[in-house]
């Protein structure tokens, strides 16, 4: 794909593509709102961090062009600008995101009864699993190895629908790992730089699998990208299998050997559920 493509082919695929579209501009302004409400009603006047914005806003800005931008538009063309599109969503808008501390936000921004309802949903049982690190990445795990069987994949390049529900599944998935991991939200759980450490090196094997599994086959397997490349359908593959390596290896194994080197002095605080500021 040409730099050329990549900043004027920009398409919006339907209906579906312009409501996403509109979510994601409700999203930005909701996060914005509650910003700028939560610091008029805190009691020392204390601002929300614009490092906190910024992160949340260049993850929503960064999501916006990996779909509309040529990487949306080749991905439909090529496997591995579509691997470039997954992966962008996976170690780039999902840390991002979870950066921006949505959470934290909340609780600055709501009274002290929405405060409560949240704190008390944070401590449920379904929470708890969610954010729970084996939960997190063998949901992580799960979803990428089952989002790339054949069937499932092809289903999801030819039903605008399911396309839309597979990205926000990958970017869900993403957040539940990253959220915790990062540690910047009060969840129910954080997990040791011990725990971490696994978590993070969990998330690379079933992206290595997946690549093992496309860089070694002998031929294209998923019929699509072969109807619409042809016989540099197998190239491509490869060339993607590259990509999701490329990809997750320094995403989650720098920070985990990072994090496994790290002085004990350096790990973070526990935060209460009802803290509100960062």
């Known amino acids: 794909m040409s730099l050329r493509a990549l900043a004027l082919d920009w398409t919006v695929d339907g209906p579906v593509g312009a409501g996403f579209l509109v979510f994601l501009a409700s999203i930005a302004a909701t996060y914005l709102a509650a910003a700028v409400y939560g610091a008029r009603r805190d009691r020392r006047r204390r601002s929300w961090p614009q490092r906190r914005s910024a992160c949340f806003l260049t993850g929503l800005a960064l999501l916006v062009v ?104 990958y970017l869900l998935v993403a957040l539940l790992v990253w959220a915790p991991l990062l540690g910047v939200d009060p969840l129910p759980r954080r997990p040791g730089p011990r725990t971490q450490l696994v978590c993070m090196i969990a998330c690379i094997l079933p992206m290595l699998l997946v690549a093992v599994w496309l860089g070694r086959a002998g031929t294209p397997v998923y019929g699509h990208y072969l109807t619409t490349l042809g016989p540099e359908a197998l190239r491509d593959q490869r060339l993607a299998a590259t990509i999701m390596v490329a990809g997750c290896l320094p995403a989650f194994a720098v920070p985990a050997l990072i994090r496994a080197f790290a002085p004990e002095s350096r790990r973070p605080r526990r935060v209460r559920s009802e803290g509100v500021h960062a």
């Open 66 to 169: 990996d779909l509309y931008s040529g990487i949306g538009t080749e991905a439909d063309v090529r496997l591995s600008v579509h691997m470039v599109e997954h992966m962008v969503l996976w170690v780039l808008v999902a840390p991002l995101l979870a950066a921006g501390a949505p959470v934290r936000l909340a609780f600055y921004a709501l009274p002290r009864g929405g405060r409560r309802t949240l704190a008390r949903w944070l401590h449920s049982r379904m929470a708890e699993r969610l954010t729970r690190p084996l939960g997190s990445v063998l949901l992580f795990s799960a979803v990428i190895l089952i989002t790339h069987v054949p069937a499932v994949y092809g289903l999801a390049l030819g039903n605008d629908y399911v396309h839309e529900a597979e990205h926000g599944l």
